[in-house]
């Protein structure tokens, strides 16, 4: 005979609305993680020459990937979280630099920059549910780090 208690059916409300997001020290260093990344970014960004209109230009480029949402949210969801992943810029990196292409190189490096600013002010990847549920918090509410 057991004695352990029956798994509950459902989770409480706030931990059904908080799965998925990271807390506490992880997600310190995950923010700080972003404010490397911006800020390294940034330095290399400083010495490829391009003019620094350009990364004011094209500095929030990569929230574009939010129009998905105009489609549907998985759509929304998908396209904004490609945009906001390190993976993408660090191919067209890549590109740039074994293509002796300095512009290319230039962009990767301000999207980087876009991306660890974000991970810095705890803007994280998107779940499908709500476009507010990040994997670094729900946006719009304050989380202890």
Same mark, same amino acid.
């Given at each position: 005979?057991?004695?352990?208690?029956?798994?509950?059916?459902?989770?409480?409300?706030?931990? $059904?609305?908080?799965?998925?997001?990271?807390?506490?020290?992880?997600?310190?260093?995950?923010?700080?993680?972003?404010?490397?990344?911006?800020?390294?970014?940034?330095?290399?960004?400083?010495?490829?020459?391009?003019?620094?209109?350009?990364?004011?230009?094209?500095?929030?480029?990569?929230?574009?990937? $939010?129009?998905?949402?105009? #489609?549907?949210?998985?759509?929304?969801?998908?396209?904004?979280?490609?945009?906001?992943?390190?993976?993408?810029?660090? #191919?067209?990196?890549?590109?740039?630099?074994?293509?002796?292409?300095?512009?290319?190189?230039?962009? $990767?490096?301000?999207?980087?920059?876009?991306?660890?600013?974000?991970?810095?002010?705890?803007?994280?990847?998107?779940?499908?549910?709500?476009?507010?549920?990040?994997?670094?918090?729900?946006?719009?509410?304050?989380?202890?780090?």
């Amino acid at each position: 005979m057991s004695t352990t208690a029956p798994a509950p059916t459902h989770l409480p409300t706030s931990a $059904a609305t908080d799965s998925g997001i990271v807390r506490g020290r992880p997600r310190t260093l995950l923010r700080l993680e972003g404010l490397a990344l911006l800020t390294a970014a940034l330095v290399a960004y400083s010495q490829t020459g391009q003019p620094w209109w350009l990364l004011a230009a094209t500095l929030l480029l990569p929230d574009l990937g $939010a129009l998905g949402y105009l #489609v549907s949210s998985s759509a929304g969801t998908l396209l904004y979280n490609l945009a906001h992943t390190t993976t993408l810029p660090l #191919v067209l990196g890549g590109l740039g630099i074994w293509a002796h292409n300095t512009l290319a190189s230039a962009l $990767a490096l301000v999207w980087l920059a876009h991306i660890g600013m974000d991970r810095a002010m705890a803007y994280g990847l998107k779940y499908d549910d709500d476009p507010s549920h990040t994997h670094l918090g729900r946006l719009g509410h304050q989380h202890r780090t």
